[in-house]
Nanobody, 125 residues
Framework: QVQLVESGGGSVQSAGSLRLSCAAS????????VAWFRQIPGKEREGIAA???????EYAESLAGRFIISRDNAKNMFFLQMNNLRSEDTAMYFC???????????????????WGQGTQVTVSS
């Protein structure tokens, strides 16, 4: 099992950047595929970026290359670098992990077993 804690959220102006971090405890993070999701109240949780145990990444097409997911297994952490932020990026951001995720499930909420509590990102125009 793994426990996840997000950090790095906050308020930023449009076109700004933020870096979210997810710290894992319990099992070594190297055993897990991980991902970032976001959710706006009243809407479904959306998968935005994933990275598997081999470092293969996948992103939601809507991001247009603005976000980068990375991992540091030695530190048991993974990250989401968010650039050129827009007001529509305002959401609660969650990190997630699972021992194995099928390729077609990398950005699906159902593909992940372990979740953090979320960190709020607010982008003002």
């Amino acid at each position: 099992q793994v426990q996840l804690v997000e950090s790095g959220g906050g308020s930023v102006q449009s076109a700004g950047s933020l870096r979210l971090s997810c710290a894992a405890s319990g099992d070594p993070l190297s055993r897990y595929a991980v991902a970032w999701f976001r959710q706006i109240p009243g809407k479904e949780r959306e998968g935005i970026a994933a990275i598997d145990t081999d470092g293969v990444t996948e992103y939601a097409e809507s991001l247009a290359g603005r976000f980068i997911i990375s991992r540091d297994n030695a530190k048991n952490m993974f990250f989401l670098q968010m650039n050129n932020l827009r007001s529509e990026d305002t959401a609660m951001y969650f990190c997630a992990a699972v021992g194995y995720v099928a390729r077609w499930s990398r950005l699906k909420r159902s593909g992940y077993m372990y979740w953090g509590q979320g960190t709020q990102v607010t982008v003002s125009s």
